[in-house]
């Protein structure tokens, strides 16, 4: 292999007649007087110079006179030269001189440069595509660390450099961004993240929309020194039974945040709202004031009335009144009409159907303290509006807790955390017209959460629609196989993907990315490695069809066949038995129509007998 | 958009109206065949080669090919340079591993200046008058002629081959290099090597003379390309009987190997005129049949020695001081700007 054609300081091509170049494969330049740079593989090709294109001018070879060459001695095979177009990964000041030659590296060579730090302090995602030469070359405490996974062929060994993650860098190049379409290989991706992140007991809150992130099932056929113990490490909560929002914790901004998840919010709700909720009310003292007003507002005449007759004597009715009349007074000018207020019960009802407000949000705290990776799951209107309040609270007490120690105050003890969800354009959408109310508090993160030590780790298979700010903000972005052109103007702004990555984006394998880093000041091609949990509805939708909802027909065809030979002779023996195998009713009518089926479909045999019909086992 | 200029279309038309009489008026195709058949020669139509008979028919020996390549570069005689370079490349390696030989042309240089003045007086001495022009033509000529034969020589002392290919007729061999092509001649045969000049360009008349006149009133062919032209089948070829040898020490026949309906002729030594219909099918098992008619091994061989006017430039950008390429060589067409 060695240099040919023009070079540039960064780019050179190179040729061999021997062997294929392999895309992303690193190879080190023998240039001395650069200090032998590596460079990376960008594009390959092969070609056969006496093999060309056909063209109306010429027609292609035929087989037949190759064949024959090849009789007498020729190899036109041996014709075939190797192109490769090589990114140097070093700031050269002039270009590398053409005829030098190229190799692939020891592993030694490029250890410095791939291997930011050991796999037991750091995130192992994966390995580094183009590397695999180098697998026999690694020492043991980077050797199968990072098995693989192909869908027919399972669990596979590491092949490759592994590709360790350095958090450690993450207060200078803070946040991570995970793009790519739905079968690309982010949710998994997302999921072996956090496995490290918890490897590493990095307290992190998870936001889960789609109730798969529990990390108590173990993925299948794992060698055993591969697993680990993420049960213990992770806490799965759900939103409205085990968590929830007190409503006294509310404040008006939050409030409206919540009832606007339920429903739209016009400008009048929004004033009724703020005019009627007040510091430190519960759900009960809120709701009773709203239904007061409205039946105040609805019937203020006719109470009047009441009131003037003076109830009919009755000093509790004539109370009532007196206090509804009171509130209408108080509130009448300042909240609208009263379908409004009918408006704003409505969505308030809504969300305590969903238990929003039966709980709080102490599950989640207490995990974050004790260093546990908390997995909170709900619909995602829900999270939207829990995950604002929490985020904002936490982000809060961390703040204050960091500050204190600055100051030397007292504060309580609140550690660095991660924020991690998945579809976080939904979480933090670009487009100001849609509501969303972790927006604010996620942008406030993006910009100076890591001065806190709060993280970000979103992923979201349309960064178009991702809010801007928190776009640039991710130092770090895995990107996936990536089809809307909408997305790759994305990419193609926000990383330092090259023009031949993101032609190549459409078309990852699933489980390949390129990781753009900060940190690392260029795009690493990563192959994700298996994860060592799995969703728990990761079942295929109709081999759950198959295992969990056989046709009540089948089964009885099946418990029949164990009967054998049945008949009008012998129905009433087997009957009860079947009842209770099946535990259902069964008719004599059904027995028989199931058994005419079976002869129809050639399983069982029928024959006209003296004392009726037998059914029987096939002969053959 | 390209005008197409009315005159010149014009006075076209009118070679195309003569040429389309002349086309009507040829005698049948089957008429000439037959003609052929029964005062000429006989058509052969081999079976193709059976699949992996080749190495057997080689025997173990590789097929070489000859071809060589000169190119020209200056405004005006004498201050011209000829680039000489001739190749013999074996099948059984790359062909950029064969045999290269160059050799460099250039009348102002003592020694070509010479070769110049003997040529003239050569012909002097026949009774022809020669330019020193002209005469450097021909030494030009003469010495691609010889570089191909000296390299063909070298090749076959080293590869043994069973066959060598030439791209070109025996004549031009025989009449440029008349010493070094009967040494290449006795060794070829000695060593029982059959060779093979390809003629892609058929350019001989014999042929077209000997037919016309034999079909009165029908338009008589002016030369072999035309009477040739769509006679042959694909895979079908042409055997000269003996006594009507029209090359003298060669025997030449013709064949059509592909899809095109031109002929191709093929020169072979006249000592192995026996060995041609048994050689044909090979030959025509290395043509591409979609092709021009010339084995693909020549096709590379050629590809392979041809000197590129890019390559002829960087050779005349390294070589020579700019100041003495500008003053002789590098003729003003080349700084037209349209």
Redesign the interface.
């Known amino acids: 292999m060695q240099i040919v054609g023009h070079t540039t300081q960064q780019e050179v091509y190179a040729a061999s007649r021997q062997r294929p170049f392999r895309i992303n494969e690193l190879l080190l330049i023998e240039d001395k007087v650069h200090n032998y740079p590596l460079g990376e593989v960008v594009e390959t090709q092969s070609f056969n110079r006496y093999i060309p294109l056909v063209t109306e001018h010429s027609d292609l070879v035929d087989r037949r006179v190759r064949e024959n060459l090849a009789q007498l001695g020729y190899d036109i095979e041996a014709d075939t030269i190797h192109l490769a177009r090589i990114r140097i990964l070093a700031e050269l000041v002039s270009p590398v001189s053409v005829g030098i030659a190229v190799r692939v590296p020891a592993f030694k060579e490029i250890e410095d440069f791939l291997i930011p730090r050991d796999p037991d302090t750091g995130l192992v995602l994966g390995v580094i595509r183009g590397t695999e030469e180098l697998t026999s070359g690694l020492p043991a405490n980077l050797t199968n660390v990072a098995l693989l996974y192909q869908k027919d062929k399972g669990v596979l060994p590491q092949r490759g450099i592994p590709y360790i993650m350095d958090h450690w860098t993450w207060p200078e190049y803070p946040h991570i961004g995970i793009f790519g379409g739905s079968g690309s290989g982010k949710s998994f991706a997302l999921r072996v993240l956090l496995e490290e992140v918890m490897w590493q007991q990095l307290p992190a809150l998870v936001l889960d929309p789609h109730f798969e992130l529990s990390f108590t099932e173990a993925f299948p056929d794992l060698p055993p020194p591969y697993r680990g113990d993420f049960a213990r490490r992770s806490t799965v909560l759900m939103a409205g039974r085990d968590v929830g929002i007190l409503f006294e914790e509310l404040n008006g901004a939050d409030l409206l945040a919540l009832l606007q998840a339920a429903g739209e919010v016009t400008e009048n709700m929004n004033n009724a709202i703020q005019t009627l909720h007040h510091r430190r009310d519960s759900f009960t003292s809120f709701s009773n004031r709203l239904r007061d007003l409205t039946q105040g507002l609805e019937e203020e005449q006719d109470l009047k009335r009441r009131l003037r007759e003076d109830a009919g004597g009755d000093p509790w009715e004539k109370r009532e009144i007196e206090r509804i009349l009171a509130l209408v007074a108080k509130y009448k000018d300042r909240v609208g009409h009263v379908s409004t207020l009918r408006a704003i019960s409505r969505r308030l009802n809504r969300l305590h159907m969903e238990r929003v407000f039966t709980s709080g949000i102490e599950p989640i705290q207490e995990a974050i303290l004790n260093r546990r990776l908390v997995v909170v799951q709900g619909p995602i209107w829900f999270l939207q509006v829990l995950g604002a309040y929490v985020i904002r609270k936490f982000y809060r007490e961390r703040r204050q807790y960091q500050d204190a120690e600055q100051t030397g105050e007292e504060a309580p003890k609140f550690p660095p955390f991660l924020v991690a969800t998945d579809e976080a354009h939904n979480f933090a959408p670009r487009s100001p017209e849609i509501p969303a109310p972790a927006r604010s508090i996620l942008r406030t993160i993006a910009q100076e959460g890591r001065k806190y030590g709060v993280f970000l780790l979103l992923a979201s298979q349309r960064p178009a629609l991702l809010e801007d700010t928190i776009t640039a903000q991710l130092n770090t972005k895995l990107i996936f196989r990536t089809i809307r052109s909408s997305d790759l103007d994305v990419i193609r702004e926000e990383t330092d993907l090259g023009p031949e990555e993101i032609r190549r984006l459409p078309y990852l394998g699933s489980g390949n990315a390129f990781v753009s880093s900060a940190s690392v000041g260029r795009t690493i091609a990563v192959r994700i490695r298996v994860a060592k949990t799995v969703s728990p509805h990761s079942r295929h939708p109709f081999l759950e069809l198959r295992e969990d909802f056989i046709p009540p027909e089948e089964k009885l065809r099946k418990a029949l066949l164990q009967c054998l030979p049945l008949g009008d002779f012998n129905f009433d023996v087997h009957l009860g038995a079947l009842q209770q195998k099946l535990r259902r009713q069964i008719s004599i009518e059904e027995i028989t129509h199931c058994l005419e089926g079976m002869v129809i479909d050639g399983v069982i045999e029928k024959e006209e007998m003296l004392l009726g019909v037998e059914y029987r086992q096939r002969k053959d | 958009m390209l005008v197409v200029d009315k005159g010149l279309q014009k006075l076209l038309k009118n070679v195309n109206l003569s040429l389309r009489d002349r086309t009507l008026n040829y005698p049948s195709r089957e008429a000439i065949r037959q003609y052929l058949g029964k005062k000429v020669g006989i058509f052969h139509k081999p079976a193709p ?1 059976k ?2 008979t ?2 057997a028919l ?1 025997g173990g020996r ?2 070489l090919g000859v071809d060589g390549s000169v190119h020209s570069y200056g405004a005006t005689f004498p201050h011209i340079i000829h680039c000489f370079r001739a190749l013999a490349a ?5 062909v950029e591993n064969g045999i290269f030989q160059v050799d460099l042309f250039y009348p102002e240089m003592a020694p070509h200046r010479r070769e110049i003045e003997e040529m003239v007086s050569r012909a002097a001495a026949d009774g022809e008058v020669l330019t020193p022009e002209a005469a450097a033509a021909r030494v030009v000529r003469q010495k691609l002629a010889v570089l191909e034969i000296e390299v063909a020589i070298e090749a076959v002392r080293r590869y043994q081959p069973f066959a060598v290919l030439f791209d070109g007729g025996f004549l031009r061999y025989g009449g440029l290099a008349p010493s070094q092509w009967q040494t290449y001649r006795e060794l070829s045969l000695a060593r029982d090597v059959m060779s093979v000049g390809v003629i892609e360009e058929v350019g001989t008349f014999d042929l077209a003379r000997y037919v016309s006149g034999s079909f009165p009133g029908a338009t008589s062919f002016g030369c072999d390309r035309e009477l040739l032209f769509g006679l042959l089948d694909r895979g079908e070829w042409l055997a000269i009987r003996e006594g009507l040898k029209f090359k003298k020490t060669y025997y030449t026949c013709f064949a059509r190997p592909g899809r095109h309906p031109g002929v191709v002729a093929y020169d072979f030594f006249q000592e192995q005129s026996r060995q041609v219909a048994k050689f044909i099918p090979l030959l025509f ?7 021009r008619g010339i084995p ?2 020549l096709d ?1 061989v050629d ?1 392979a020695v041809r000197i590129r006017r890019s390559e002829m430039e960087l050779l005349l950008a390294t070589g020579l001081d700019k100041g003495v390429r500008e003053r002789l060589f590098v003729p003003k067409r080349e700084g037209r700007i349209l």
Do not use: D, F, M, Q
């Not at chain 2, 074996?90 to 790359?94: F, G, P, V």
């Not at chain 2, 098992?285 to 092709?291: D, I, K, N, R, V």
């Open positions: 080669l699949a992996n080749l190495e080689a590789p097929l074996a099948t059984t390696s790359a098992a290395l043509t591409p049949l979609g092709g693909h091994w590379l590809n």
